[in-house]
């Protein structure tokens, strides 16, 4: 079988999607490239530590899947997909919205020098968490994540939060870095026990905050299309 046949759209509708997502993930993967020093001959490995590079590769793999449907799905795993998309949107817009409200605050202040707009900052928090959310509202089908789901959806980022903290008390210094902390929340020796706890039980009440706004917004979207149908078979 020609795998083109199955790729290239056949409308315009799906001819301009195909564009935008290939734009979209192509300025996605070079903003990771610049991230790791590929750009600059300075390879910077340890950004792959990085909570929005890690949420920025997902978001890049989830699109591209979901772009080129070349292996046969079937329906039951388009059914698992969209919650898979939906996830996306939640771990991107949380590290957009947890860098400008907590980090960029805390590095201005640490550091006079900061450069806030380059390519890589503007794109992995900004243009990525706008762009994977208004994809996702006016593009995936809605009605497809369940009430539990978004409980599930915080255990990725909740987990890297865990897993990072207990690294950074136990683990020696991340190469490039000289800490082994990859964010100051997590920094048990300036917040201490208590400080970093308090940090990961903020951080997840927000997390799932955002999980069920994602949710309302798709059973919201749901129950309105469904009423639509219904008035256009009257």
């Known amino acids: 079988m020609d795998v083109r046949k199955q790729i290239i759209p056949s409308s315009k509708k799906e001819t301009f999607f195909l564009l935008w997502r290939s734009i979209f993930s192509l300025i996605?993967?070079?903003?990771?490239?610049?991230?790791?020093?590929?750009?600059?001959?300075?390879?910077?490995?340890?950004?792959?530590?990085?909570?929005?590079?890690?949420?920025?590769?997902?978001?890049?793999?989830?699109?591209?899947?979901?772009?080129?449907?070349?292996?046969?799905?079937?329906?039951?795993?388009?059914?698992?997909?969209?919650?898979?998309?939906?996830?996306?949107?939640?771990?991107?817009?949380?590290?957009?919205?947890?860098?400008?409200?907590?980090?960029?605050?805390?590095?201005?202040?640490?550091?006079?020098?900061?450069?806030?707009?380059?390519?890589?900052?503007?794109?992995?928090?900004?243009?990525?968490?706008?762009?994977?959310?208004?994809?996702?509202?006016f593009v995936d089908k809605k009605g497809r994540i369940g009430k539990w789901d978004p409980l599930i959806f915080t255990s990725l980022p909740i987990t890297y939060l865990i897993l990072a903290?207990?690294?950074?008390y136990y683990g020696p210094p991340i190469p490039g870095w000289e800490t082994s902390f990859a964010y100051f929340f997590m920094d048990w020796d300036t917040l201490g026990v208590t400080g970093v706890i308090l940090w990961i039980a903020f951080l997840f009440i927000c997390i799932l905050s955002l999980a069920y706004f994602i949710y309302v917004i798709d059973y919201l979207l749901a129950k309105r299309n469904r009423s639509e149908q219904k008035k256009c078979v009257n």
């Open 28 to 137: 996605i993967f070079t903003a990771i490239l610049d991230r790791a020093g590929i750009f600059s001959n300075n390879l910077n490995l340890k950004t792959f530590c990085s909570f929005t590079t890690l949420s920025s590769g997902y978001i890049l793999l989830i699109t591209l899947l979901d772009t080129f449907k070349i292996f046969p799905f079937g329906e039951g795993f388009d059914l698992w997909f969209s919650k898979f998309r939906a996830l996306g949107v939640m771990v991107i817009l949380i590290t957009g919205l947890v860098y400008h409200f907590i980090l960029l605050p805390h590095e201005v202040a640490e550091i006079p020098n900061y450069r806030i707009f380059i390519y890589s900052n503007i794109v992995t928090h900004y243009f990525a968490p706008i762009s994977m959310f208004l994809d996702w509202l």
């Open 165 to 168: 903290s207990i690294y950074g």
